[in-house]
Every structure is written in C-alpha cells, then in structure tokens.
C-alpha cells in the first residue's frame, strides 16, 4: 500500500489516509464494547454484503439495501463495520488493489456510519421497533409507517450523499478536477437510486425484526439483484453503442481529415433544434446520433476524390453524391439507430426538391434529415478549416434564414436560432495544419469584405455544405 500511495499526489495521500482513520474512528466504539453490539446481525449482513458485491463486482450498488438494513438495525459503530469486508474483498480491475480497496472499505464504512447516525437522529430505530413487532402489542406512542419511511429515505439519501461527496474529493486530489466537476454534475444522478434503497432496506429491517427473521428479509435483495442484471446489461449495451459510433466516427476523421470534428459538432447542433422542437429522451438521443453519423458514407467514396485539390469534375461530384446512400448501407444492420438511418439516407435532400439522392421535396424530407441539413449547413458556416474562415454565427443564422423554405425547412432554422440566443455556440478548429488542402467545391455566398476568397466553403469532398448553389457545380447539399 506504501508503494502505490507514493505514486498518488500527496493531497490524494493525506485525503484517502484521513479517510481510513475517520473510519476506525467511526467504527471504534463498537470494538471497545463489543457487549452492546448485535454481532450475529451484524456478521450475517457483512456476509451477505460480501457475497452480493463479489457477485455484481461492476455494480456493488445493488445491495446497498443490505448496507441500509445495517444501518437501520445496529448502533452506527457496528453499522459501519459491515461494508468493510465486501470492500476489502471485491475484486478491483485496476492496480493499485490494495489502496483502492482500503478507500473502497473507508469510504462505505463512512457512508453507512452517517446513515445510521441520521437515522438514530430521527428517531427511526424506535419505529422499525413498532413495525418489527407484527405479531405483538404495538406502543401507541410509537411513530407509524409514514415516518419510519421518511426516516429510512432521509438516511438512505446521506448514505448516497456522503458517499459521492468522499468520492468527488478523491477526484478532486488525485485527477485535479475542479470541485464543481467533482461534485456538482454527479449529484443528482447518484442519489435518485438511493430513493428506491431506503424503502428496500426498511423492509429487510422490518421483515428481520419479524416473527420471520433473517431469512425472510434476504427475499428483498431477489427483486434488487434482478434489477441490478438489467441496469447492467442496459448499461454494457449503451456503452457497446457508443463504441460502435466512435468508431465509424474515427474512421471518417481519419480517411476526410480537413473536417475532423464536424461530426460531432453536427450532432451537438442537431441535439440542440430537438429541445427547440420539444424532443427528449430517446428521439433526442437518436437525433444527435443521426447528426454524429451523418456522413459515414464518406468510407465509401475513393479518398483521392475527398482530398482532392481543386474543382470536382460532373463524374466525380456525382459519385460523392453517392454517399449518402453508401452510409445508409453501412448502417442498415445496426438496428439500435432508428430514425437516424433516414436521417443519414437524406439530409442532403433540400425542401424544394433540388437535393439528392431521390430528389425529395416538402414533408417528403424526414424530419430527422431536415434537422440535420440546418446543423451540417449551419457548422459548415461557422467551422474554420484549412480551406476557409469561420462565419460568424450570426451572419451564418441569417444565411439559413435566406434559405429557409427553398433549401431548408423553417421550422427547423428558427429552432436553430431560439437554441443559439439561449445558449451561444462554440466551435472549434477542425484542422490540423495549414498547408493542407483537400478538395472543397466554393459555394455561391461570395467574400467577406476583406478578401475575395470565398469565406465558406463545402465540407471536404462532398459539395457545398452551405445554403444555395455552387457556382460551379449543380445544387447539391452539406458535407
């Protein structure tokens, strides 16, 4: 533990040393009157939360009702000794073990310490007392269910609490994040399980107290571990899909290297006219993906024709107008995407039917492909490249709003410009090195008054992205 402490900053150090202290000190009443502590209980917990963490290793979460239970049946000393074997003995992935299993066990023994004092503080053991007694005559002084819940709740949300303050100082001394990195954004989200383990572990509490005892209170934990399964499988599939769109995404990057970014920058755009248009939740998702993948078929399209210095010729522009399509067939077999295949399939489409690749016009336009037009179009605009020079972003909103009902769908530019006024943008440059040239067809909006280079230019190889017609080729779309 010496050796990988020293490969930590020192405030890490001092933090995670502090930390195992604060826990043996938490913890040392109940070694120094062991007579006041229900060991039985307390041993039977620590076990079943040691199998339960080694079983869900990725997830030790899911038996936090067992560390609740704890902290809900025994003094706070004793309840903090029960995280401490199953964090000590749950497998760790990643060198240094040894530390990250002693701060693991500190910072459990903490949590469930705090939890158990609060509850103590709420007068939540005198409850579970009147519930446990379900076949005896009930003090009619004692408070009812509602407030054992409430104190069971509350207890259980300084548990989730303590928990993500510990860790975000960990995070804080040992990656340098700033505190409201550490802290602020993981809040929410690591407390709203600990709604549903309050309730989960008052009932193992009060099924134990029970003529039923211990094994009828271990019944709880069945629904939890199923639930915890599916968290998992839900979350390894989410993360499969975020693997399979980096990795196309990279792939594009790489082979069409002077528009490396724009993909994201799309999607980010796109995710921003969804909440102007009210779509959340999976729409949502789905339509930033859309935007992410939008020019995979570029993979497709012979990379000297994507790099190409100078004007395309009529054969080499139709067969980059090609790519829609070959990304529509590249993705056909990921069934996960959705709405977005129709998105990548025809965001090059325009509202007057001038687009390809099928010449759609109107409402024939999907919706996710008419929201990604206005974003691949309007990043065009506003990306500066090796070939050209960022516009501004409200001279580049005014230019889609010219467009509007011709090239691109109204609807979708002034939701563009309401998330624009509320949020700002902020893109960055997506080249690499400025002697690199790649072939980028100019588009019709002419100069910036200080040069008679045209300021915005077609994203590589796949014809104008910004709004109207090229001067030198036939209508056509984005990047």
Known sequence: ?????????????????????????????????????????????????????????????????????????????AAALVAAPGALLTRVERPPAGLRRAWRAARLSLAVWAASYAFAALRGPRALAA???????????????PYALTAAVAAALVLGLTATVLEGGVLVTAERRSPRAAWSAPLPGALAPYLVHGPAGLAM??????PYGPAAALLVLLPMYVCACGFVLYHRESAAHQATIRALVQAVDI??????????????????????????????????????????????????????????TPDERRVIELHPEYGDEMVRGIGFLGEARAAILHHHERLDGSGYPYGLAGAQIPEFARVVAVADAFDAMTSTRTYSRARPVSTAVEELKRCAGTQFDPRMVRALA???????????????????????????????PEASAPLVRAAVGAGP??????????????S
Request: hydrophobic share 45%; charged share 20%.
């Open 1 to 77: 533990m010496r050796q990988a402490l020293r490969a930590l900053p020192l405030g890490a150090r001092a933090y995670v040393l502090c930390a195992v202290l604060a826990a043996g000190w938490c913890a040392a009443p109940a070694v120094r009157s062991p007579a006041a502590v229900p060991w039985a209980t307390a041993a039977l917990l620590a076990a079943v939360h040691t199998v339960g963490s080694r079983v869900r290793a990725r997830w030790p979460e899911w038996c936090s009702p067992v560390l609740l239970a704890g902290a809900f049946l025994l003094p706070p000393a």
């Open 131 to 145: 519930l446990g007694d379900l076949g005896g005559a009930r003090d009619p002084g004692a408070p009812g269910f």
């Open 205 to 210: 509490a009060v099924l134990w107290r029970s």
């Open 255 to 312: 082979k069409d290297r002077y528009t490396r970014g724009h993909s994201e920058r799309v999607g980010r755009a796109s995710a921003m006219i969804a909440r102007e248009l009210g779509m959340s939740g999976d729409r949502l998702e789905a339509l930033r993906i859309a935007g992410i993948l939008h020019d995979v078929g570029k993979l497709g399209v012979p990379t000297r024709l994507l790099r190409k210095d100078g004007p395309l």
């Open 418 to 448: 309401r998330a624009l006024d509320r949020h700002g943008w902020h893109a960055t440059v997506t080249a690499d090195a400025p002697e690199e040239r790649g072939n980028v067809p100019a588009d019709s909006l002419g100069p910036p």
């Open 465 to 478: 992205d910004a709004p109207g017609p090229s001067p030198r080729l036939s209508p056509g779309g984005g």
